[in-house]
């Protein structure tokens, strides 16, 4: 089984669109992220949720919204999409606690396309 | 703004050649990540180093930690094909139970037969 598993893998649509990204962890985790990595390869923190708490929440626009309904599951939510989201997204998970130190482990990623 | 500056961003060498990464910031992290990541899939992590000045290996592979906790280093001894990727240098920020990573631009190598 998948550790950290996002769906879908794939996704064009076009500009204006609304779509959402789900992600899903097994492996008993409390915190969760959503990252981007842009067409230059940099990989950019987005939000992390610790037990359905959102604790980090970077300079994104707020057409991004994050939902955590558990805490084996983060999904994003993006309205209006625009031509600039074009990355792939990718979710991934720790064990909480200190924090620092803890291994993270992410998800296959979601290659968003934006036309 | 915390910032790490990965180099080089390119790199490609013959099979068997040493060759050294790195990763460097003017901002203090709780630890310094190296992940390698392969087309089509996430960042794998490699390893994790936290104190200052230390020291792990890897098979053929070395990381060290600056001991003010700003820099990291990889060194690759005998490189070979399959040590072929993008690698991934990330500083661990502790928030709260969660990790805050800031990745490097990343590397990549290529290891020519």
């Known amino acids: 089984d998948t550790a950290v598993s996002q769906t879908p893998k794939y996704l064009v649509t076009q500009m204006g669109n609304d779509k959402s990204i789900k992600c899903e962890q097994n492996?008993?985790?409390?915190?969760m992220y959503w990252y981007k990595q842009d067409s230059k390869k940099f990989l950019k923190i987005m939000f992390s949720?610790?037990?359905?708490?959102?604790?980090i929440n970077e300079t994104v626009p707020n057409r991004f919204s994050p939902k955590s309904p558990d805490k084996a599951h983060l999904n994003l939510h993006i309205n209006s999409l625009e031509l600039g989201d074009s990355a792939v997204y990718f979710c991934?998970?720790?064990?909480?606690?200190?924090?620092?130190?803890?291994?993270?482990?992410f998800g296959e990623g979601s290659w968003l396309t934006v036309v | 703004t915390q910032l790490l500056e990965q180099s080089p961003q390119f790199l490609s060498i013959q099979e068997g050649e040493n060759l050294t990464v790195y990763c460097n910031s003017s901002?203090?992290?709780?630890?310094l990540q190296w992940y390698r990541q392969e087309p089509g899939e996430g960042p794998v992590l490699l390893v994790t180093?936290?104190?200052?000045?230390e020291v792990k290996k890897l098979k053929r592979l070395t990381f060290q930690f600056g001991d003010a906790r700003k820099d990291s280093s990889l060194h690759i001894t005998a490189a070979q094909p399959g040590d072929t990727g993008l690698y991934l240098c990330?500083?661990?920020?502790?928030?709260?139970?969660?990790?805050?990573?800031?990745f490097g631009q990343g590397t990549r190598l290529t290891i020519n037969p």
């Open positions: 991934a998970s720790s064990q909480g606690g200190r924090g620092w130190g803890n291994t993270i482990y």
């Open positions: 492996l008993g985790h409390d915190t």
């Open positions: 949720y610790n037990n359905k708490e959102l604790i």
């Open positions: 901002s203090v992290f709780s630890s």
């Open positions: 180093v936290v104190t200052g000045g």
């Open positions: 990330a500083g661990g920020v502790g928030i709260q139970g969660a990790q805050k990573l800031v």
